[in-house]
Nanobody, 123 residues
Framework: QVQLVESGGGSVQAGGSLRLACVAS????????MGWFRQAPGKEREGVAV???????SYANSVKGRFTISKDNAKNTLYLQMNGLKPEDTAMYYC?????????????????WGQGTEVTVSS
């Protein structure tokens, strides 16, 4: 079983940057795909960025060119660098892992979730 703990959220002004981190512990051998999701108040959870088992990445159209997903295997840590933040990026951000090689933004393919870290962007 994998445990995930996110950090790095906070309050920033529009145009600012944040870097989220997600530390994985436990049996991480089965964590092939890793992703970041977010959920704004009153909205459904949506995929933001995914790092697939083969190292390929995918991004939601709304964050392309602004967010970057990466991983430090030595630290078992997944990152999400967020630049050019906009008020519409305000949400609770969650990291998740799955044992499939390719997960995309299909939440059912992820079997471990963190507790989330809150991001607030003011205009």
């Amino acid at each position: 079983q994998v445990q995930l703990v996110e950090s790095g959220g906070g309050s920033v002004q529009a145009g600012g940057s944040l870097r989220l981190a997600c530390v994985a512990s436990g049996d991480t051998r089965s964590s092939n795909c890793m992703g970041w999701f977010r959920q704004a108040p009153g909205k459904e959870r949506e995929g933001v960025a995914v790092l697939e088992g083969d190292g390929s990445t995918s991004y939601a159209n709304s964050v392309k060119g602004r967010f970057t997903i990466s991983k430090d295997n030595a630290k078992n840590t997944l990152y999400l660098q967020m630049n050019g933040l906009k008020p519409e990026d305000t949400a609770m951000y969650y990291c998740a892992t799955g044992d499939s090689w390719y997960c995309g933004f299909f939440t059912r393919k992820y079997n471990a979730w963190g507790q989330g870290t809150e991001v607030t962007v003011s205009s």
